[in-house]
């Protein structure tokens, strides 16, 4: 009896810190095809983001489950926020705002950058953070971003050591087509189907660069 239950504890402690299954590169590769032809989101961001996601989905912990792409060289109400689900490639579509000095109201983005005050749409790939909270001020609930790349290493830190303050977050200016100070911002009803889908995920802010 006490061999087996020192068995039993040794398989449930390597289990416990075993790394997420995730699906093969086999896979991926499936999915990828699927959703290029069944879906209008831009050929390069789709083949980076999952040529990335390949790559870097065990280094960085990355969700096995769900992926996105931020299309902002499409205009507001196209739903440029795709989300597609690694399982089977459906792909769940949302509004998404860009920064204010990224384009006009209800527009696409024209300019993006990582510069902290730039009141731009940042771009790259991101991981979102998985603990949800308030902002300060305005009290709108969001998750953190995490910058993946040199260019945007900086971007979802705190501006006391000098990054620039970037999350995803929900905002009522979204519903008529508003604009962020480059934060990720998505309408309030879509909170719950969102943050549930993308945490830990990797997110690919695409802005034709």
């Known amino acids: 009896m006490r061999y087996i239950f020192t068995f039993l504890l040794l398989l449930s402690i390597y289990s416990f810190g075993k790394s997420p299954k ?8 499936m999915i990828y095809r699927k959703v290029s ?3 209008d989101i831009d050929d390069k961001a789709l083949r980076k983001t999952f040529y990335y996601y390949k790559k870097y989905k065990i280094r960085s912990s990355l969700s096995r489950d769900y992926l996105a792409i931020a299309d902002y060289t499409k205009v507001f ?3 440029r926020l795709y989300i597609i689900r690694l399982s089977d490639g459906r792909v769940y579509r ?3 705002a860009h920064g204010l000095r990224s384009g006009a109201k209800g527009g696409r983005v024209w300019r993006s950058s990582n510069e902290k005050d730039s009141f731009m749409t940042p771009y790259g ?3 979102v953070g998985s603990k949800e909270g308030l902002t300060f001020k305005k009290r709108y609930n969001y998750l953190p971003i995490i910058g993946l790349e040199q260019s945007n290493r900086k971007v979802g830190m705190s501006p006391k050591v000098g990054g620039r303050d970037i999350v995803l977050h929900t905002a009522w200016y979204v519903n008529s087509g508003g604009r962020s100070l480059g ?3 998505i309408r309030p009803i ?3 189907e969102v943050f549930k889908k993308l945490r830990d995920a990797l997110l690919y802010s695409y802005t034709g660069k």
């Open 22 to 29: 995730y699906y093969s590169d086999r896979h991926l590769d």
């Open 37 to 39: 032809k069944s879906s």
């Open 77 to 79: 109400n196209t739903k």
């Open 94 to 96: 949302y509004k998404i």
């Open 125 to 127: 790939f991101f991981k």
């Open 183 to 185: 934060c990720f911002a």
């Open 190 to 192: 879509d909170r719950r």
